[in-house]
């Protein structure tokens, strides 16, 4: 296991994705207010997520330089995403927002965890 992202590029291209869906979360467009109220989520707190996302973009541009950020912030994303799937499951939302967005995103999160950190 590193604690520097080895390659850096898919630990960059993450963070990347991360300021991209923190962006849209600002004022989200209407498949992510679908995808937010199929599971219940309280528009009252949707702001949490966006800053969670920069969170995450920031940690992980960070963690290029500063050893163990990154790896921490990766796996905090793993995490975020496998909370994301347990809760379309619970609500029993899953449409193809879930297939292609939740647990795609889950997916990029845990091949770049595998690809820069621990192999």
Do not use: Q
Not at 12 to 35: E, G, K
């Amino acid at each position: 296991m590193s604690l520097v992202p080895d390659p850096a590029w898919p630990t960059l291209v993450l963070a990347v994705v991360m300021l991209a869906d923190a962006a849209m979360s600002v004022h989200p467009p209407r498949f992510i207010r679908d995808f937010l109220d199929g599971v219940a989520f309280p528009r009252h707190w949707w702001w949490v997520l966006v800053v969670v996302k920069l969170m995450a973009a920031g940690g992980l541009a960070l963690g290029l330089v500063v050893p163990g950020i990154g790896l921490a912030a990766n796996a905090g994303v793993v995490c975020y995403f496998l909370t994301a799937a347990v809760a379309h499951l619970r609500a029993r939302f899953l449409r193809r927002e879930f297939w292609l967005n939740c647990l795609g995103m889950l997916a990029l999160s845990m091949l770049v965890l595998v690809a820069s950190y621990l192999r």
